[in-house]
């Protein structure tokens, strides 16, 4: 099956994955209707604001669609930040608390644990927790021993920023879903 990426561009930071996938050699469409979502393969929920964008994919219809594609595993979901709180409301196994590392002024920037991937860089913005994780995820990076990537069937989701450190390899990886 041939690949289509795109990214959610309903609201957040889409320009920066757009970039990231451009270095890649990695073509993309930026999803913003309910057409756009035809022959989607991969799609990044970007980080921004989950309730903005909760409420964008209700009012211009595109919820139900969205919601249907990645629940039968048409899609394979990059979430990110915001992007993992909507994609717990699509059906990643586990809860969030959102926020709960603090406001913007909490901002931060931290190594973190990865087998996976060597040497990542964690950029947490208003980031929210995972605060109970299914036994059929799989944790592929941690904090201070807290989860923070977490992979579950086509869902990639992360509550830190790949896009602002940089970090290809999670691009790589998800692109081979
Ligand atoms: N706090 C935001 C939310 O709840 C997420 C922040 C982010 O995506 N950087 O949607």
Known sequence: ??????????????????????????SFVLVKTKKDLDGITHLILPGGESTTMTKLLKLFG??????????????????ICAGAILSQRFGLQVEIDRNAYGGQQH????????DLF??????FIRAPKFTKVSDDCCI?????GEPVAIED?????????????????????????
């Not at 990214?7 to 994955?17: C, R, T, Y």
């Not at 060597?118 to 950029?123: F, K, N, V």
């Not at 592929?140 to 201070?144: I, P, R, S």
């Not at 069937?153 to 879903?177: D, G, Q, T, W």
């Open 153 to 177: 069937r086509n869902f990639l989701v992360m509550i830190f920023h790949p896009e602002l450190s940089e970090y290809y390899a999670i691009y790589e990886y998800f692109l081979k879903k």
């Open 140 to 144: 592929l990076a941690t904090y201070e």
């Open 1 to 26: 099956m041939t690949k289509k990426v795109g990214i959610l561009a309903l609201q957040g930071a889409v320009a920066e994955h757009g970039k990231m996938l451009e270095k890649i050699g990695q």
């Open 62 to 79: 595109m919820w139900d669609v969205l919601e249907q594609k990645i629940k039968n595993q048409e899609i394979m979901v990059l979430g």
């Open 118 to 123: 060597p040497s990542l860089r964690g950029i």
């Open 107 to 114: 901002s931060f920037s931290t190594n973190l644990e990865s």
